[in-house]
Every structure is written in structure tokens, then in C-alpha cells.
């Protein structure tokens, strides 16, 4: 954009605000057409992709953190495994105890 004297438009411009509100981003579209209406222009067309690329930075930074949340309230790798681990442990100790218990009936 800059090699080309193209002007980024300020996020409250207009034409960036009607991009915006084309429909959801999230969803996957097999055509161009929701975008076709920007895409002869080069001003239009580089303003379209540089909305498109901080759509995806914002999504990227709200999946990190639901990530880190899930990572700080269900913990780790290593925190579930000595978990199960543990339940493991305790399920076979209360089996033994159970059987000998058993035993002397």
C-alpha cells in the first residue's frame, strides 16, 4: 500500500464500516461474491484485505484467550495425566481393599 501511494482508511470510515457489516466472517464461502463489489478498485480492494487480515487478528486473539482460560481452569497436559493417574490409583486401591474385605467374609 505504501509503495503504491494507496490510502488505509480509518476504522470508522464509511466504506470500512459497510465492510464490516457484510455478514459473518466466521462462516465459510465457497464464491467471492459478498465481496465482489470490492474487489476493482485497488483502494477498495487493499482497504478489503487489510479489514480482512485485522478480522482474523482479533478472532486469532479471542481463540488464545478462551485457550489460556480452558488451560488455567482444566490445567495442563501433565496436570490431567497425574489426574487420571491418581483416579487410576485410587479405583485399584479401593479394589484391593474391597476384595480383601471380601475375603474375610
Given at each position: 500500500?505504501?509503495?503504491?501511494n494507496?490510502?488505509i482508511?480509518?476504522?470508522?470510515?464509511?466504506?470500512i464500516?459497510?465492510m464490516?457489516?457484510l455478514?459473518p466472517?466466521?462462516?465459510?464461502y465457497?464464491?467471492?461474491e459478498?465481496?465482489?463489489?470490492?474487489?476493482?478498485?485497488?483502494?477498495?480492494?487493499?482497504?478489503?484485505?487489510?479489514?480482512?487480515c485485522?478480522?482474523q487478528?482479533?478472532?486469532?486473539?479471542?481463540l488464545?484467550q478462551?485457550?489460556k482460560?480452558?488451560?488455567i481452569?482444566?490445567?495442563g497436559?501433565?496436570?490431567?495425566?497425574?489426574?487420571?493417574?491418581?483416579?487410576f490409583?485410587i479405583?485399584?486401591r479401593?479394589d484391593?481393599?474391597?476384595?480383601?474385605?471380601w475375603?474375610?467374609?
Amino acid at each position: 500500500m505504501r509503495q503504491e501511494n494507496i490510502r488505509i482508511w480509518d476504522k470508522k470510515d464509511p466504506r470500512i464500516l459497510s465492510m464490516r457489516q457484510l455478514g459473518p466472517f466466521y462462516k465459510t464461502y465457497k464464491t467471492y461474491e459478498t465481496h465482489k463489489s470490492y474487489l476493482f478498485h485497488p483502494e477498495t480492494f487493499a482497504n478489503l484485505m487489510l479489514n480482512l487480515c485485522f478480522k482474523q487478528g482479533y478472532f486469532l486473539d479471542k481463540l488464545f484467550q478462551a485457550l489460556k482460560e480452558k488451560f488455567i481452569r482444566e490445567g495442563g497436559f501433565w496436570k490431567i495425566f497425574s489426574k487420571k493417574e491418581l483416579i487410576f490409583a485410587i479405583r485399584k486401591r479401593n479394589d484391593v481393599i474391597i476384595n480383601l474385605w471380601w475375603k474375610t467374609l
